[in-house]
């Protein structure tokens, strides 16, 4: 069983940056695929972004394309989400999912075919 830890997560002013971090506990996850998505009070979860195992292949969602960028460092075994210019509406919890399955360059956008969750890092923004 993999857990995800997700970190970096916290107050922030509308503008303000944030970098999240994704590892996993007691494994490597350099060979799984992995994405980020969040859940707003009162809404569905939302995809955001998604890396390749390899890394050379990346995905957006249009909502957060230009401010926020995935990125993986293999070696320290970590899955980054480096969020720029950040709203109001981006407020919500963030979590990071991995799957085990997905060839070397295939990203994986919906949810269902994520194997493991983290529990979720909280971003606020305030306007």
């Known amino acids: 069983q993999v857990q995800l830890v997700e970190s970096g997560g916290g107050l922030v002013q509308a503008g303000g940056s944030l970098r999240l971090s994704c590892a996993p506990s007691?494994?490597?996850?350099?060979?799984?695929?992995m994405g980020w998505f969040r859940q707003a009070p009162g809404k569905e979860r939302e995809f955001l972004a998604a890396?390749?195992?390899?890394?050379?292949?990346?995905y957006y969602a249009e909502s957060v394309k230009g401010r926020f960028t995935i990125s993986r460092d293999n070696a320290k075994n970590t899955v980054y989400l480096q969020l720029n210019s950040l709203k109001p509406e981006d407020t919500a919890v963030y979590y990071c999912?991995?799957?085990?399955?997905?060839?070397?360059?295939?990203?994986?956008?919906?949810?269902?075919?994520?194997?493991?969750w983290g529990q979720g890092t909280q971003v606020t923004v305030s306007s």
């Open positions: 999912a991995a799957d085990p399955i997905s060839g070397p360059t295939i990203v994986v956008v919906t949810a269902e075919a994520y194997d493991y």
């Open positions: 890396i390749s195992w390899s890394g050379t292949s990346t």
């Open positions: 007691g494994r490597t996850f350099s060979r799984y695929a």
